[in-house]
Each structure stands twice: as structure tokens, then as C-alpha cells.
């Protein structure tokens, strides 16, 4: 029996080293995000209301929460390991919706909310553009070759 095997299109390495790029900065940003968050759960922000003896419940919830989830999402896509995304997606969708889900509570973040938004769109961009040229435009090898 012959076994078929693909020898990788530039392109698709391309990709990687793309998606690759794009998970390194995305933890440097949940790394100074996660940075925030530990900097009010401390008490070194001045700002009323922001340190964490004078945050609201809900605050002090979805501080903690994310002063955890988020640098535990760098690591995980910093060294490229498989339960990086995972982590990652689950810190952005718990952040989107403190900021979306919960205006009224929390306020607005733009910032982090177009940060979140854009890294998750590049990425499912990057990796639809992956699979369609391996699955589409990849010629397939011929056995015996």
C-alpha cells in the first residue's frame, strides 16, 4: 500500500508563520491587559472606584476573573500550545461580554472591545485562507510519485 503525501505550499507555511505572528501579539496585549487588571486587584491604581477595596461586586468579580483567565491565554498562545486558543477565545468572550453583555454594570471599553474583535477576526480570517488552500487549491499528489 502507497501512502500519499503533501509537501507543504508555500503558502499554507506562509499562514502559519502569519498565524504564529498574530498569537504572539495577541498575548503581549492580554499580557498588558492582564497587567491592568492585577494593577487594580493590588491597589496601585489611583483612580476611586477602580481599586479593588472600593470596587462594586461585579467588579471584583470579572477582576479577578480576568486577572487569571487573561495571562493564562498569553502563555497558552505564546508557546503555540493547543490549549492556548481555547484559553484565549474563553478570556475574549468573558471580556466581550462584561463589556457587551453588561454596559449598564460595567461601562464601555472600546478599546478592549476592538482589540478582542479584530484579533478573533484576523485569526478566523488567517485560518479560512489556510483551509482553502489546502483543501482547494492544493494539488493533490499521485500515488506512485
Known sequence: MTTVRKTEDHRVVLIDHLIRLLKRVVAAGLLFLALIYWMRITGLSEVPGLRFDTMLPHWRTAAVLMAVLLPIAALGLWGHF?????????????????????????????????????????????KGIRLIIRKWMMPESEPGR
Not at 477565545?89 to 460595567?106: K, T
Request: glycine share 8%; aromatic share 16%.
Open 82 to 126: 493547543t490549549w492556548g486558543t481555547t484559553s484565549w477565545l474563553i478570556a475574549a468572550v468573558s471580556e466581550l461580554s462584561i463589556y457587551l453583555g453588561w454596559v449598564g454594570d460595567f461601562g464601555e471599553n472600546d478599546l478592549v472591545v476592538a482589540f478582542h474583535v479584530t484579533a478573533i477576526s484576523v485569526y478566523v480570517l488567517l
